[in-house]
């Protein structure tokens, strides 16, 4: 049994009844520098609780888990030195959990096989610390950051779990050119969502040298291609690129799309006593219509399973709950590849937030086994009585057919940010 970490932060106002004397702020100054600079200026200050139970039952001996976690984060910006463009952001988030459930901690390891996982280990890290110096339309950031790039099918924050997936690097961006953006960053560790406990093997964190190459151009509103390359040390190289754009149909419609091809090939960077070879494709086509806020969708994925007996295509870095299917079925690619069909219907409008429902179809991409169906149901939506506060509720339904077992999730969300 875990406890729950309850932390909170109180702000009081002097409130004078009667009166015309508007409260005194108190008023917090930066250090000075020898020179009579400020160290720190324009100070900023954010925050976040996301308090949220989740629910996991399976078709097996495994126990039902019952888990309410929640995140507190704290963050604050400045400039620095009063330098034109360099600034600052440090970034720490807290997880604290209760229930019966499987957090994949050594330190939990009794619940292992007794109660089924939620990855969503109790600890305390420093999320973000990266020094920004903005010149023109370029940025250069160094430190620890999160990135996000396209769909985060490829590298993402998974910020769906509680302590988000971080990356220890040096980046540049650049935003010269009218409608292309040009982006290339070093990676050389990975802070994943783990804990320093966890059973998984690659921990709380992994020492990488990890080159990320990102180009995207804006032709016009209904086409912006990218292409990238994200060389991943020791695991292989993808290249890819990919079509969006979204155009109108007249009468409140429109049309959004995505069509991308990859390709994933032996590592550029590579200890070479392991002699890795990887050959394997990635077709993805997606569109959605918007009809007044009532929205119709489908998608057509293939993760394609190796040629010539080689490992599948996987996306080791990406946020892989919001890819195929939010039970979590194949956060990694079966061997024989994976295809998911998938459509979708909903309804998103101002006041009433948006709500989904999605249906998957999961086969392979060789043999044409059927793994499964899915159908993932969701309600998001502002709680106007509170500035900040938004609600979710969502659950997942997966079938099993060839892999895995019969899975149902629920989830129950407030998040607040201040």
């Known amino acids: 049994m875990k406890r729950i970490v309850i932390l909170s932060v109180v702000a009081s106002t002097m409130i004078m009844a009667g009166g015309d004397i508007a409260p005194v702020e108190p008023v917090v100054e930066a250090p000075v520098a020898a020179s009579g600079y400020t160290f720190f200026n324009n100070v ?63 330190g939990d390891i009794s619940d292992k096989g007794v109660y089924n996982v939620v990855a969503d280990p109790s600890q305390t890290r420093i999320t973000q610390a990266y020094v920004d110096y903005t010149f023109g339309k370029t940025l250069l950031r160094a430190g620890r950051q999160g990135v996000n790039l396209d769909n ?34 070093y990676v050389w560790q990975v802070n994943t969502i783990f804990d320093t406990d966890t059973v998984k093997p690659v921990g709380d964190n992994f020492d990488t040298g990890t080159v990320l190459l990102h180009a995207s151009y804006k032709v016009m509103d209904a086409l912006t291609l990218t292409g990238y390359a994200y060389m991943i040390e020791d695991i292989h190289d993808t290249y890819g690129i990919a079509a969006t754009g979204k155009f109108g149909l007249g009468a409140g419609t429109g049309l959004s799309y995505r069509a991308e091809y990859a390709s994933q090939t032996d590592p550029s960077f590579e200890d070479l006593t392991k002699n890795k070879t990887v050959d394997a494709d990635y077709y993805n086509i997606e569109a959605t219509l918007n009809m007044s806020g009532f929205l119709v969708g489908a998608k057509y994925e293939v993760l394609g399973a190796g040629n010539g007996g080689n490992a599948a295509f996987s996306t080791p870095l990406a946020t892989l709950h919001g890819q195929n299917g939010w039970a979590d079925m194949f956060l990694g ?30 086969s392979s991409d060789r043999g044409n086994t059927d793994y499964g169906t899915e159908t993932d149901v969701l309600y998001k939506n502002k709680i106007s009585a509170v500035k900040g506060l938004s609600g979710m509720l969502k659950a997942s339904f997966y079938s099993a057919d060839a892999y895995k077992v019969d899975t149902t999730k629920y989830w129950v969300m407030l998040d607040y940010k201040f």
Not at 66 to 84: C, E, H, K, Q, Y
Not at 157 to 184: G, K
Request: proline residues 2%; without cysteine.
């Open 333 to 362: 690619t079966p061997d024989d590849g994976l295809v998911d069909v998938n459509g979708m219907i909903g309804y998103k409008a101002k006041g009433f937030g948006v709500a989904k429902v999605i249906y998957h179809d999961f």
């Open 44 to 106: 900023k200050a954010k925050g976040e609780i996301r308090a949220r139970y989740e629910s996991v039952n399976t078709d097996n001996a495994v126990g039902n888990a019952s888990a309410l976690t929640n995140r507190l984060m704290l963050g604050i910006s400045a400039d620095l030195f009063g330098v034109d463009g360099l600034s600052t952001y440090l970034e720490a988030i807290n997880v604290a959990g209760s229930g019966d459930y499987w957090d994949l901690s050594n």
């Open 152 to 185: 985060q099918r490829f590298i993402g924050t998974v910020n769906w779990r509680q302590m988000p997936q971080t990356y220890d690097a040096a980046a540049v961006i650049n935003n010269s050119v009218e409608n292309l953006s040009l982006l290339a960053a």
